[in-house]
């Protein structure tokens, strides 16, 4: 079995507004990674998720035989990526499953490319349901092309990230507490229903996750901050639920600094939180809290 690793995701943009017809942008993030190793027990997760996708309607996708015997011989996804805390850990095994399992129609191998992308999203989405209840494809997407990629109309496509003196900081913050995305994401569907909330509340943040996104990509990063700050008002306000007590306190203290700004990493709730600050700000010292800076890819 190939040694390859799979990294940590982090969706920068998107969160929540992506199951509803928004862009989402979402990286690698190499510091945290998962691979196959051979152990001496039989991991009862992964033997679960094989009788998962067995009843599935994809099943024919997964080479299903030899997944199984490998569970049966004590392989397993050895991961650092911490689970529950927005960084993709069950997206990093979907992408090692499939990476692994996979096959065509024709009995072949997935190829492993940007321009298989559209092809591979929704077997991705399909395993990853297992975990999630739903899942875009996104996050394992990016785990297994290992590459950023923008969700737009639809489609999904690698792009090139913008490096320069102006470009932001960014950083994470550990809530300390796990988080189980399903029913937040159950709860966010379930104010769908109400189109006052839509109207006031998802509409206004799909256009500004829309417009954050582009300037992020095109690095005008005036006008990206002006609409981070937007998302992250917006998100403080009216995601009250995805935020624990200690990052509320974290997060309106951010509210008063022009230079950094905080949002939801992925479904909140717990787990990791992420923030931009603009360079040469030292963001522990203005936020009083330990932070883990992120690189972004090349």
Aim: charged share 20%; hydrophobic share 40%; proline share 5%.
């Amino acid at each position: 079995m190939a040694n390859r690793k799979y990294p940590a995701k982090l969706l920068l943009f998107g969160e929540y507004t992506v199951l509803v017809g928004s862009r989402a942008l979402a990286i690698p993030v190499p510091h945290w990674s998962g691979e196959w190793q051979l152990g001496k027990k039989v991991d009862a997760g992964l033997t679960a998720l094989a009788n998962y996708i067995k009843k599935s309607n994809f099943h024919d996708h997964i080479d299903l035989d030899t997944f199984r015997n490998d569970i049966a011989s004590g392989w397993r996804f050895e991961s650092s990526i911490p689970w529950g805390y927005g960084l993709g850990s069950s997206a990093a095994l979907t992408a090692a499953i499939f990476d692994r399992y996979g096959v065509r129609q024709d009995g072949t191998a997935p190829a492993m490319s940007a321009a298989s992308a559209n092809e591979i999203i929704a077997d991705l989405a399909s395993i990853e349901s297992f975990y999630h209840g739903h899942s875009s494809g996104l996050d394992p997407l990016v785990s297994y092309l290992n590459q950023p990629v923008l969700h737009e109309n639809g489609s999904y496509h690698t792009v090139n990230l913008q490096h320069g003196n102006e470009t932001p900081q960014i950083f994470l913050i550990n809530s300390g507490i796990e988080r189980f995305t399903a029913p937040l994401v159950a709860l966010f569907k379930s104010r769908l229903s109400d189109p006052e909330h839509v109207r006031e509340v998802i509409n206004p943040l799909k256009i500004n996750v829309d417009h954050a996104i582009d300037h992020f990509l095109t690095g005008s990063w005036e006008l990206f901050w002006d609409y981070l700050q937007l998302i992250s008002e917006m998100q403080f306000e009216r995601f009250k639920e995805m935020m624990p007590e200690p990052i509320e306190y974290i997060w309106q203290g951010a509210k008063q600094n022009a230079n950094i700004s905080i949002k939801l990493c992925g479904a909140g709730g717990g787990g990791y939180f992420l923030g931009f600050a603009r360079p040469g700000i030292d963001v522990e010292a203005e936020l009083g809290c330990v932070v883990e800076m992120i690189e972004l890819p090349d």
